[in-house]
């Protein structure tokens, strides 16, 4: 069995780590002013509104270019915002969205 | 509602939240197999990666490098790159693990993916102060043991596995991160920062690159954020801290 790439995995993750880590890991770090722990609790709903977006509208082909793209990711991802935004949760949200895009496959409406 | 029976509660639905995520990393962990057995990655190779890296974003595109003929320099500049979002995630985690013993920082630390995030943060906030049990839930249970076993699945399995957009399965991320968005957006602020975060995302995303985007996004939304005057309810709250 090849181990030619376990080296590749190793350096990976080295680079990956510490964009985890460090603002965690830095002394200190806790006394942070009011006014820097506000922005720290914005960050959660902006990060994942622009997850969501840039994963429904932005597609990257094999050599990285970008494209803007419209297709049956926008209504599955809006009937999942619809339902938890009217409490009925992640998992009836997610199950919901994924079933819109299987049946307009399904139908080959998308 | 006592504490105990608030937790228990927020527990219950970290859980059911989960189980989408869950579908979803088998789906991709499959696919992510498939495809480094099809770059010529080994059973140890592929899981090595999902082990050590744990980042399918980056993985899926250092496969497409080791079959493009990149450098290693290349594939490692391009993952610290794709993977620099997760400076966003573990600042966001500061004001919930501060009192938390340094070793146990770092350890969680590498567990620290999109997913796990999304989900532990929400139940924290449902909570208004960290509950451990729920990050390892996301990060252990919904994340990292479906993402692991279903690579070494494709990779070993290989050819047999349909295709995940037939059952819907690769929207169920931009799903969750939409729906886990929308149940921490509790103020005009946080619906500014969510936006216009989402927004200019985008717009550097296709200017330039999606991991870019994400950055963008994450640093100025909540800036953008920061300056919106709060609602009524928010002003309370603030003045209270």
């Not at chain 1, 965690?24 to 009011?34: F, S, T």
């Not at chain 1, 622009?50 to 494209?67: K, P």
């Not at chain 2, 320099?73 to 013993?101: C, E, I, Q």
């Not at chain 2, 102060?129 to 994340?143: C, L, N």
Request: hydrophobic content about 60%; aromatic content about 8%.
């Amino acid at each position: 069995m090849s181990t030619d790439l376990l080296g590749l995995a190793l350096l990976m993750g080295l680079v990956t780590y510490p964009s985890r880590a460090l603002p965690m890991l830095i002394p200190g770090i806790h006394r942070l002013p009011a006014r820097a722990l506000d922005y720290l609790r914005l960050v959660g709903p902006a990060v994942l509104a622009t997850l969501a977006a840039l994963a429904t509208a932005v597609t990257v082909d094999d050599e990285r270019r970008t494209a803007f793209h419209v297709g049956i990711e926008w209504p599955a991802v809006i009937v999942c915002v619809v339902l938890i935004a009217a409490r009925r949760g992640l998992l009836v949200g997610t199950v919901a969205a994924a079933v819109v895009a299987a049946v307009a496959r399904a139908a080959g409406l998308a | 509602m006592l504490e105990r029976d608030a937790v228990r509660a927020s527990r219950r639905r970290l859980v059911i939240d989960s189980l989408g995520i869950i579908a979803s990393g088998w789906g991709f962990g499959l696919v992510y197999g498939l495809a480094a057995r099809g770059a010529g990655f080994s059973p140890l190779e592929a899981g090595a990666m999902s082990a050590v890296v744990f980042a399918g974003a980056a993985q899926f595109a250092a496969v497409g490098y080791v079959l493009g003929g990149f450098s290693w320099l290349g594939v490692v500049v391009l993952t610290a790159f794709v993977n620099a979002r997760h400076a966003l995630y573990s600042a966001a985690f500061v004001p919930y693990v501060a009192d938390k013993p340094l070793p146990y920082r770092a350890v969680l630390a590498h567990f620290l993916t999109d997913e796990a995030f999304a989900l532990s943060l929400a139940h924290f906030r449902r909570l208004g102060r960290a509950d451990m049990w729920g990050f390892w839930w996301a990060a252990i249970v919904a994340d990292f043991i479906p993402w692991n076993l279903a690579t070494l699945a494709g990779v070993i399995v290989g050819g047999q596995i349909p295709d995940p957009n037939i059952y819907g399965l690769d929207v169920i991320f931009p799903a969750a991160m939409a729906g886990l968005a929308v149940g921490l957006v509790t103020g005009r602020r946080e619906l500014v920062a969510a936006i216009s975060g989402a927004t200019i995302g985008v717009a550097v995303g296709l200017a330039w690159d999606p991991a870019a985007g994400v950055l963008a996004g994450g640093l100025i939304g909540p800036l953008l954020g920061l300056v919106t005057a709060p609602g009524p309810g928010e002003r309370g709250e603030e003045a209270a801290r």
